[in-house]
T-cell receptor
Framework: GNSVTQMEGPVTLSEEAFLTINCTYTATGYPSLFWYVQYPGEGLQLLLKATKADDKGSNKGFEATYRKETTSFHLEKGSVQVSDSAVYFCALSDQKSDKLIFGTGTRLQVFP | DSGVTQTPKHLITATGQRVTLRCSPRSGDLSVYWYQQSLDQGLQFLIQYYNGEERAKGNILERFSAQQFPDLHSELNLSSLELGDSALYFC?????????????FGQGTRLTVV
């Protein structure tokens, strides 16, 4: 079945460091890919998405490129801030069903 | 504010009891999803409704049921509660439930079973 695998957390960084959170997926067909973010005490919010191969999603300085050849959708940010501390979820949407399948989430902690 | 409203925010109940969680989707959204978030299981898809009809089912226990009403709000019913049912339950909604749709999440209901 379809699945999403994320790197284990927590990821601990100093402010202004470069961030990469790895995400790989297994799916039939051509899923859409998403990154959602969950700030403490809140629900998930869409961060960015990509709907076809080689698409790059970007928002708030975060980027991720849909790589079909490596089945990956890694999240990157050039310079993280303390306010980026949250849990980040990679997800895919299967074309054949309407399920949105999430990875286990990666906690990011940014220290000043 | 995502526009998705969940009530109650917190719920504490005893084992064996039954509770109902409520979700009001964003205005205009026809599709509602329920997720369970626990520390050991991560974010698990439970069930999806589209315009009143069940569309997809995930890891939902037989003790749990859901429905979507004509006004599009949804309820998740949890019965014969066990300690392991303690979790955050999220509702999300989207316009049409298609594969490219963005899901908007509510703030969740934290259920504690004691």
């Amino acid at each position: 079945g379809n699945s999403v695998t994320q790197m284990e957390g927590p990821v601990t960084l100093s402010e202004e460091a470069f961030l990469t959170i790895n995400c790989t997926y297994t799916a039939t067909g051509y899923p859409s890919l998403f990154w959602y973010v969950q700030y403490p005490g809140e629900g998930l919010q869409l961060l960015l998405k990509a709907t076809k191969a080689d698409d790059k999603g970007s928002n708030k300085g975060f980027e991720a490129t849909y790589r079909k050849e490596t089945t990956s959708f890694h999240l990157e940010k050039g310079s993280v801030q303390v306010s980026d501390s949250a849990v980040y979820f990679c997800a895919l949407s299967d074309q054949k069903s309407d399920k949105l399948i999430f990875g286990t989430g990666t906690r990011l902690q940014v220290f000043p | 504010d995502s526009g998705v409203t969940q009530t109650p925010k917190h719920l504490i109940t005893a084992t064996g009891q039954r509770v109902t969680l409520r979700c009001s989707p964003r205005s205009g959204d026809l599709s509602v999803y329920w997720y369970q978030q626990s520390l050991d299981q991560g974010l698990q898809f439970l069930i999806q409704y589209y315009n009143g009809e069940e569309r997809a089912k995930g890891n939902i226990l037989e003790r749990f049921s859901a429905q979507q009403f004509p006004d599009l709000h949804s309820e998740l019913n949890l019965s014969s509660l066990e300690l392991g049912d303690s979790a955050l339950y999220f509702c999300a909604s989207s316009v049409d439930g298609g594969p490219e749709r963005v899901a908007f999440f509510g703030q969740g209901t934290r259920l504690t079973v004691v």
